[in-house]
């Protein structure tokens, strides 16, 4: 028994079968943790620790049965029944691919650079390092055309990410930065949300999508519906007839799934998604299962959303449909419980959807998704950290002291004025010394 | 008043003007975060994360009167008063150079690639990053003799970093990691601390060196002294006619002064530090001070130790040698008062020195350093995230959650063994599952 990929759901396959004393699984990852995706975002905007939302594979799986391998995998061979990884090829009896999705920038694979997404914690905390230096840059810059373009945040996509994204970033401009700047006043930073569809949130009911919108504007994020992008480089975005001056744009937009399983030969849907069977087998390969974002799967002839719950349902199911096997006992289909999906839009407040029919707004919703977060989170010190850092930031509005450019930066730093304006450079626009002490420089 | 690194000295010279109406300060560092170093060894080992021990420069220093520029200072023109930095000139009447200490290789610098320092979060989490990967590399690998090499770690240099890298590790591969995997006993993993000089923490009395190396030993670390290492690369380290196969070394032995303090043309002595006058200043130059790593002070005829509490110190008192000049009154000479250092060996016990004069070892000594280390932390969510993260490292014995590797290390790994024998390979050392049932691989 091989599991690929240590998400939400390959997890859930791995413990349902840490369990059976009939089985030996090995799980592979090209990371040694299970990253919590949904709070990658927070992440980014400086609120979690790295290791708040992650946890070390080995130490989740624990069971005797079970073995991690930090391993890419590369290919599938069917017909071998073997996994072929960076350095070598394993056999596999039954194979359960959990492998996720990746951005997809249609046909712009150039526009990767300059517009990270954020999937893994090495895109969060370059996001949080291009964020952080955007205003160490503006606050250098002398030319304010170019200080403005420094100023200006594009999010290219109004999902959950992007929507939630948006809201962080906004919020933190005009809650946690101001204090820090002299030269520049973060609260005039533009965070813009660009959609091309004609609402965000659109997997939503269109009264929580016009909620959150509203919700959004309230916190000075732009929120663009209708926008085509045609075009990103490290200078801006452009859309329709419309181009945005900025060097910070971050992608939320395009999903595909992850390109191992191209190497089934099976047919897949245009997002590269295998369409598995009701046991959520490929098809034609009865011992290959594919769950979570890599998997079309389907429940009363509706697509099965993706999203952690599914992706962990369908991992369940699997690891129950192996004991099941092995035991002799009738094989289940798959079918999803929708218990809901939520998007946090600022400080306290949150727009969603429980049970697929009570729409949820405001703090509500907000306290329901802090709590589900906190309940899903791995281990203590995760949830306790979490739990910390949510209550500095809340108490704080927006504390100061995750902002934390790790790498060094000064290489992207723009030029400084001539020696004699910089950096007794004009004076600082806010805050002044009281008129009534004279300021002679030293 | 331009003050050039944000370290213990620098920050403390920016804040004791930062009560100055009359002085205008600008800070300037290649980070955007103060780093509180003595505690890098803890990120290093996956105790703390890399926020919980830096704070932004702008978030602490929120004086109206003081300016935070993110920029790698080059040189300084002290006939033309100005600090050249990448991208520009800054013009000074005062100048504080606080630019710290970086690793010396003495004569090798080609082992900085193999053998990396710990002075910066990067170094933190490069260092982090390679020890847990090497165990990752130790479970895949087939080789017996390789597999030894990946277990085998060595730090050189037995100063306090080097001690307290040596114990943390040690500890690590006997408390937190042994559970995690299924080929390797992490138990067996050897962890060599090399030393040039004939005792392990030179600088503190004889008794206490061997206090420190008896802890060690204890901790299973093997105490090297009298080793003058001749050869550090990829496969091992040589010293005397000895050579230990490693993958993994680190370096905690030369200490040198950071560069820019040559541009001064002024007496540096061996390790590259200005020897400064009694205020401080560089010899010759009025309105130039040098203070912590760089400087070379000397007090009642005895240098200055390279601690963090006496850079703290030179900055205050640059700080109000600065105030006292403005406004009149006579400049005193910088006095040190030795408060005590104290060198961390294992989970709950430390030696140290309390005022130059009673020694401490074991918990007393563990607790005196632990108070004092969280009282100079900076913020309220530090000294709470620190707190929580030893309380649960303490309770757990080595809590297994933060070990992340956040990069793709993937192609470090060994080739796997041939596929009949991997992952089904050798059944695991330990531990087994209960003869008593029957164990068909499925």
Do not use: C
């Not at 087998?281 to 290959?288: K, Q, R, S």
């Amino acid at each position: 028994m091989v599991i690929v990929g240590a998400g939400f759901g390959g997890l859930q396959a791995a413990k349902t079968l840490g369990r059976a004393h009939n089985v030996r699984v090995t799980v592979v990852d090209r990371y040694n943790h299970h990253l919590f995706q949904p709070l990658l975002y927070q992440v980014a905007t400086a609120v979690l620790n790295p290791a708040d939302i992650s946890a070390p594979i080995r130490s989740v799986l624990h069971a005797r049965n079970t073995e991690v391998l930090l391993a890419e995998a590369k290919s599938v061979d069917p017909r071998r029944k073997v996994l072929i990884v960076e350095g070598g090829e394993i056999p596999y009896d039954s194979l359960v691919l959990a492998t996720g999705a990746t951005h997809s920038y249609f046909k712009h694979p150039e526009w990767a650079q300059v517009a990270p997404g954020l999937k893994t914690l090495e895109d969060a905390v370059r996001i949080r390092e291009r964020v952080l230096t955007a205003f160490e840059a503006a606050e250098r810059e002398s030319d304010p055309v170019r200080q403005r373009q420094w100023m200006t945040f594009v999010i290219i996509g109004a999902g959950p990410t992007g929507v939630e994204l948006a809201g962080a970033l906004s919020y933190m401009t005009r809650h946690g930065l101001p204090k820090d700047f002299r030269r520049i006043d973060t609260r005039e930073a533009r965070v813009v949300l660009l959609e091309g569809l004609p609402r965000v949130l659109s997997a939503y009911p269109e009264e929580l999508s016009e909620a959150a919108k509203r919700d959004l504007e309230k916190l000075h994020v732009e929120v663009r519906t209708g926008a085509l992008v045609t075009g990103i480089d490290g200078e801006g975005v452009t859309f329709g007839d419309e181009h945005i001056a900025t060097r910070t744009v971050m992608w939320g937009a395009g999903v595909a799934a992850s390109p191992l399983v191209r190497s089934l030969d099976v047919p897949l849907d245009r997002a590269g998604r295998v369409k598995v069977s009701p046991r959520l087998t490929a098809p034609g390969l009865d011992d290959v299962y594919v769950i979570g974002d890599v998997a079309a799967a389907e429940h009363d002839g509706k697509p099965v959303p993706g999203i952690a719950p599914a992706a962990m349902q369908m991992g369940r199911h699997v690891g129950k449909t192996i004991r099941d096997r092995l035991a002799g006992r009738p094989m289940k289909a798959f079918r999803y419980h929708d218990k809901g999906s939520f998007a946090v839009i600022g400080r306290g407040y949150a727009v969603g959807l429980l049970y697929d029919k009570w729409r949820m707004k405001g703090l509500p919703a907000w306290l329901v998704w802090a709590g589900v977060h906190i309940a899903y989170l791995i281990g203590f010190r995760n949830r306790a950290s979490v739990m910390l850092n949510w209550g500095y930031t809340f108490f704080t509005k927006g504390g100061r002291d995750m902002r934390l450019i790790t790498g060094n930066v000064v290489k992207r730093m723009p030029a400084l004025a001539s020696p004699t304006q910089a950096p007794a450079l004009p004076a600082p626009a806010r805050p002044e010394p009281p008129a009534s002490r004279p300021a002679p420089v030293h």
